[in-house]
Structure formats: structure tokens, C-alpha cells
């Protein structure tokens, strides 16, 4: 595991995220960049870390495509162990796409430790792209032991607003959407939304959402 690309605000944080990317960018991609920024603004400390198959593609080595996701959990217990010895306070687990099912995931274990208050999922994976009619990933957000937030743009093709208002979430999940945003939560070109005020939406939503646990 590489070490933590912390972002941290000017005054005392409401909480720290350890915030993981997700399948296909690093954890310095310009969302996840732009994602810290706008954390840190909204009084969000962020720990940003890496899988080791994308932490490789770092040193040279093969562009492994990324584990099963349940493969991925002992990564990221292994991350918030390292995070719990850095950082005081209250913590939340979250990521980008499926850094966010992993962390849900995680949040469903039997070992989560107590300072750990919440889930932040930033464009949560509810099916392969395009494909709502296949069996939908719920089963994270349904065992999860913690609150979980997730961010979504409305026309994500993981999960699109319409489709997702088909389904019923537990009553601990709460979801915001971003204005016209893809999985990157970036709007059409037509949109008075902008990228960098939805991004700073979700940020200001998991600052109201960690304040409130």
C-alpha cells in the first residue's frame, strides 16, 4: 500500500475520510483532486490511498485490472488501521465508485472499529454501466453497520436518478444527487451546473452528513 495523499483543512476537521479511488484512475486523478480540495473547504480532512494493483502501475509494472471488489477489503481495513495511528478524531470510510462499494462493504464487518461514524460513496456502482436490468450491488448498503452517504450524479449510467427511484434504499442510506452529473459528476456542456459546484456540493453534503452523526 502506498502511503496516505493527505488533504487537510485550515481549521480543526469535522472528521477524516479515508477516501479510496475507484477501478480505473489513481487516487491523484483530477476528480480525486478536485474531491480533497473541496473536502478540505468544508472542514472534511481526506486520506486518499491506493490499491496495490493500481499502486503497481506506479512502478512500471503490468495494467492489471482491479480485483473483485470483496477482494479488496482486506486492503482497505489494512489502510484504516494505518489511518487510526494518524489521525484523531472521528472517521468515515468512503471512496469513488468502487473504492465507495468497498468501503460499504467494509463497513458491513463485524470489526469496524466505533470511531469509524460513517460511509461516503462518491458515485456509487449500483450496476455495470448501462445495464440496470441485471442484479443490482445493494447487498453492501443493505448489510452496512454504519450511515451511509451517497453522492450521485443524476444521469449516471451506474445508476441514474429515474432508475434508482425504482428501488427502495434502507432508511440508513442517504443520497444526494449532483445537477445533471455524470459518474464524474461533470454536466452537460447545455447545464447551468458546473463541475466544480457539484463536486463542492458533495463535499458541503458529507461535511452536514459527518456533523450530524
Known sequence: MTDF???RPDT????TLLLAHGAGAPMDSTFMEKLAGALAENRIASARFEFAYMAGRRTGGPKKPPPKADKLIGEFQTALQKLMSEAEGP?????KSMGGRVAAMLSGGGSLPSRVKGVGCFGYP???TGKPDVEWRL??????KRPVIILQGDRDPFGNQ???AEITLPTSVTLTYLEDGNHDFGPRGKSPATLDGNINAAAQAVAEFAAAL
Open 91 to 95: 472517521l468515515l470510510v468512503g471512496g
Open 139 to 144: 447487498a453492501p448498503l443493505q448489510e452496512a
Open 126 to 128: 449500483f450496476h455495470p
Open 5 to 7: 495523499l493527505w488533504t
Open 12 to 15: 480543526d476537521p469535522l472528521a
Open 162 to 164: 429515474s432508475e434508482i
